[in-house]
């Protein structure tokens, strides 16, 4: 029962697990990145069982491969117009709850940080605009369990979703210009997801895999900053079921706090359409990236959840003068009820 209760719980969703991709807020990545079990950015098909509950802290950070000014200045002299951010940090608070043995639903808001951002304009001048900082939208999550298969231990789940524009809008650069949409906290439009996961246990492992699509309505600016399709696969091991050397080196307490242990290799893919604004498609942004991503999860008593995930990018193919990432580092803790 308690196995069950573990595996069961999910995280909500999109909190900016992707910014290498696209500026705006939830591109890439539509999974929350906390993760109770099993996979971490990966959502399983396993709902959160009815009356039970949980809040989480969740710290997203993406580290960028950027431009230096010399390389942003040539650009300039080309005619080139190009923005950077050279780092993304993404707290977010989630809850969730399970209203029924089948369903169960989440929200999520985030705080963004978009440091150092810099732009160059059809000239050798490269301005530092400095940072975007503001509380980004609101984002329920819900999953409804199509099939579960005790024979087979299989599970499917229809993923559905919806983004809120809460968020701030209008926040400006150090020369007082508000920045451009895709610099802002808050997209301003209301997108709504809809996805398939599957969850399966085989021997010691758990394979758990998704795929979301998320609609770009038009927000802020007059801006449509891209659909989004997002695609997981994940297996964990839980540290113990097996009595190995390897095993051992976990501790089964801390500090006279019952401990478990969970390993989870994870493949982290998405692609994000380019933003359209009335002056045209931003050939600088979206694209395709593909992260590998180990984690390691530790629960104690059976209440407390923390989780550690980094995504190394693997295979990119972003659009324009984007680059890929340096690294991503999801950072969650989690409180079951």
Known sequence: ?????????????????????????????LGGGAGIA?????????????????????TNY??????????????????EEVDIVENTLTPSLTVGYGFTEKSSLSASIPYLFKFGIRRVEES???????????VGDINLFGLYELVHSEKHD?????????????????TKDHSGNIYKAEHQPSTGSWDPSLGLSVSKHAGILHLDANGMYRFSTK?????????????????????????????????KKIFGHESSWHLIGEINGSWVEKPKSPEGREENEGGTLVYLSPGMRLI???????????GLPTIHNLNGRRQPPNVRVILGVTRVF
Request: aromatic letters at 10%.
């Open 219 to 251: 927000g802020i600016q007059d801006t449509t900053l891209g659909d989004i399709v997002s695609y997981n696969l994940a297996t964990s091991y839980l540290v113990g079921t097996k009595n190995t050397r390897f095993d051992k080196l976990f501790p």
């Open 38 to 58: 099993g996979p971490i950015v990966t959502i399983p098909a396993y709902p959160l069982p009815k009356g039970s509950k949980f809040i989480s802290l969740i």
């Open 154 to 170: 299989l599970h499917t789940a229809l993923l559905y979703g919806l983004k809120i524009p809460t968020g701030v809008r209008r």
């Open 62 to 79: 993406n580290n960028e491969n950027i431009f230096s000014d010399s390389k942003l200045s040539r650009l300039g002299k080309r005619g």
């Open 1 to 29: 029962m308690l196995f069950q209760f573990i595996f069961s719980l999910i995280i909500a969703f999109f909190i900016s697990t992707n910014s290498s991709l696209a500026h705006h807020g939830g591109e890439g990545g």
């Open 124 to 134: 050798p001048v490269v301005t530092n605009k400095g940072n975007s900082i503001g």
């Open 300 to 310: 104690l008593d059976k209440k407390w959840v923390t989780n550690l995930s980094v």
